[in-house]
């Protein structure tokens, strides 16, 4: 299908059965671990997912030959890279932050899994001292600890509890479980009920409650009004209610969940204290703000003393142990990872039975219901056993699927410019207004820009620099050059346009004269597409065709209960050459979703041709509207 354009001009997204694509991007989205574990070596957002890439890629390679040059100057979660190094491509990734950088190098770095597998048997035996600080009643081994945050009420000063529901937890993982705990918001017990329950009698202070109450609004004490807005939460406390005990059941190890006992080791105080390195200071921000509201005021804060023991120890280890430099790089990621299961910030999940990370949802939580997690333990997500056998999953994926593995070499994009040697993949780190790529070398740039201010990269890395930079220096990076709306930064559109243009325009000057700009996003605010039409432009780039495919899971976290796009527009991109070309619309939209994105796509393209961002508000409604009449493209 073309719309009503002008000049012909081949397009690689034609090539491409998008339905196909789509069906098999919804099934490795569903279990990313299984069809793309390399997605568990380091946290990232908005990771894109590899069939969709890997189908362009591989159109790519049917357009160029099977010798080229991909270029992705917003590597981020690295899965271009991933896709080009297992098909054998010459590959440049470009982020901004060390983090994405220093994970996507080291997930790509040659290693052995045998080598791996002895290096983290050895770490947990270094670390089994530790599994006493996690003693059970009995003498067994906590898997986790559940905790309530309470605080005392302005008017009676008694304490009361903040349980966002009254049903805490299903009492186990059984389909058949007909049980529940119910929290107490006078004393903060926890209760054993029937899940059905209406109503249930606290079993520590005797009081009734009414189970389809779930907003805190009074004090359950004296019934004065409550503004949880206006609560300090300097002087709250974290007040544990149920562990996870580990026990054998049928030969295999599992955590049983349970109120807690009075020998349980569950009383701990923050990591800050015991651990200077971590008594740093939580900028200001748009998602830390989330932490400052609720009184923590330094990182260490987020953590028990025994957690950041854990981590830390392991961290200092990690040098000493007589093995690879690859292999101790993927192993610091790995205990670097399951420092995103903060005791004060970490969610659980009441119907799975499951702990959330901190950063789960793209965002910092704001909890009341916090988990801690045992990071010795053999079970539970997030854990270093767990880490460690994912780290040792996603190398035996990059061994099996690469014919060979790349070389990879990590640079700083203030480097020389350079030419890279075929096969060889090229990470730098840097703004990507500046790349290191020579003049005209890459074929195609194929990139997720940021997408506008959905999420905050460089806030929700922070925490993972704070722990990288106890492990090696890094390099230093300014948040200000962050292609993403921040009103604590004082960027808005105009900023994220301005950067984007010169990232691109940067790309412009690295691509191939017959090179192709491939681009994908997704967005529900108009000035998101107005900003990415002004920034195409100003780069001096003309669209020649659009595709939708599936990009994101609904069941994910972050994607429950919301209305959230799942599909991505792919937008495919030349140099400007004075003449107004026909577009393809590679895809036939079926889907409200799916008619919309191409809508999007069309009026993009005619924004960017007229080189009038504004005028996109305009041409999506014009497009809609024909959608409407015709219920179909014209072809």
Known sequence: ?????????????????????????????????????????????????????????????????????????????????????RRGLTAYAQDLYPWPTGGLATALSDAQPEELLRASNELMSLLGHHKAMYASNGGSELAYIIRVRGTACPCCREHFFFFPEPLVSLASRSQAEVEAYFGCTSCGSVTLALKIAKRFKC???????????????????????????????CSSEWKPILVGELCTINGHTQARLRPVLPADCVEQSSATEAFLQLKVFIPPGIETKRLLDAGVRYWGDLYTERQARILTEA???????????????????????????????????????????GLANHRYASTTIAVEVNPLSPVGRGTLPR????????????????????????????????????????????????????????????TDPPYFDDVQYGELARLFHVWLSLYKPISAFDEM?????????????????????????ESRRTLAKDGRLVLTF??????????????????????????????????????????SMLHDLVVECMPRKGVRVQLCVATQPCSTAEKNLVAAGLALAHAVSDNDSSSFSGHYRTALAEFQESRALIR
């Open 387 to 446: 880490r460690f056998l994912a780290a040792n999953k996603a190398l035996l994926w990059l061994t099996e699927t690469c014919s060979s593995i790349p070389s990879v070499r990590s640079v700083s994009s203030q480097d020389r410019r350079r030419k890279i040697r075929s096969k060889q993949i090229v990470v730098a780190t840097g703004s990507s207004e500046r790349q290191v790529l020579s003049d005209h070398t890459a074929q195609l740039v194929l």
């Open 315 to 357: 961290l200092t280890a990690l040098p000493g142990l007589n093995y690879s430099d690859a292999v101790k790089e993927r192993l610091a990621y790995a205990v670097i990872g399951a420092a995103e299961m903060p005791a004060y910030l970490s969610r659980w999940d009441r119907f799975h039975l499951k702990a959330f990370e």
């Open 522 to 563: 997704h967005n529900k605010k108009l000035a998101a597409w107005e900003s990415l039409a002004g920034a195409i432009a100003g780069a001096g780039f003309t669209l020649t065709a659009i595709a939708v495919v599936r990009a994101e899971n609904a069941a994910d976290h972050c994607k429950r209960d919301v209305e």
């Open 1 to 85: 299908m073309v719309s009503d354009m002008h000049a012909y001009i081949p397009s690689m997204l034609r090539d491409i059965d998008w339905q196909k694509v789509s069906v098999a991007t919804e099934r490795e989205q569903s279990n990313r671990e299984r069809h793309a574990p390399v997605v568990s070596v380091y946290r990232w957002w908005a990771r894109r997912p590899h069939s969709a890439m890997g189908a362009i890629l591989d159109a790519a390679k049917r357009f160029y030959g099977d010798h080229f040059l991909v270029a992705d100057p917003f590597s981020g979660g690295g899965t271009v890279t991933f896709e080009a190094a």
């Open 481 to 505: 050059n962050e292609a993403v709306p921040n009103r604590t930064r004082g960027k808005d559109a105009l900023s994220y346009e301005a950067t984007i243009t010169a990232c691109l325009n």
């Open 203 to 233: 079993s520590g202070c005797g009081l009734w409650h009414d189970t389809a109450s779930c907003i805190l609004d009074a004090c359950p004490h004296c019934n004065s009004q409550i503004n949880v807005k206006e609560i300090s939460w």
